[in-house]
């Protein structure tokens, strides 16, 4: 059964990097053969999709916040990881890694994500 963990800073102060890590285990999971996706929840709101990687590399993201993210996988670790930069409070949420059945960029369904994380909570503030 693949799993899916969250982890980084809880809190950020703003206009620093949000740096997450999300590790990748099961048997059946090296992280080369999936699309893995980051998708976030601020409070009161509903699922904002940030971005994807495909197993070839290929990296797919939000218009709105394309400017400010990165995501990159590292393979011999079973990680892929997420980079927002120059965060502000409005990036305080909860944010989750998942694997997409297929490329979908945007879809924010769960019944659209073969794995899901269980979310870890940021805070940006000073």
């Known amino acids: 059964q693949v799993q899916l963990q969250e982890s980084g800073p809880g809190l950020v102060k703003p206009s620093q990097t949000l740096f997450l890590a999300c590790t990748v285990s099961?048997?059946?999971?090296?992280?080369?053969?999936?699309?893995w996706a980051w998708i976030r929840q601020p409070p009161g709101k509903g699922l904002e999709w940030m971005g994807v990687?495909?197993?070839?590399?290929?990296?797919y993201y939000s218009p709105s916040l394309k400017s400010r993210t990165s995501i990159a996988r590292d393979t011999s670790k079973n990680q892929f990881t997420l980079q927002l930069l120059s965060v502000t409070p409005e990036d305080t949420a909860v944010y989750h890694c998942?694997?997409?059945?297929?490329?979908?960029?945007?879809?924010?369904?769960?019944?659209?994500?073969?794995?899901w994380g269980q979310g870890t909570q940021v805070t940006v503030s000073s």
């Open positions: 099961g048997a059946s999971a090296p992280t080369a053969f999936y699309y």
């Open positions: 990687i495909s197993y070839t590399g290929s990296t």
């Open positions: 998942a694997a997409p059945k297929t490329l979908i960029p945007g879809a924010t369904d769960k019944n659209m994500y073969a794995y």
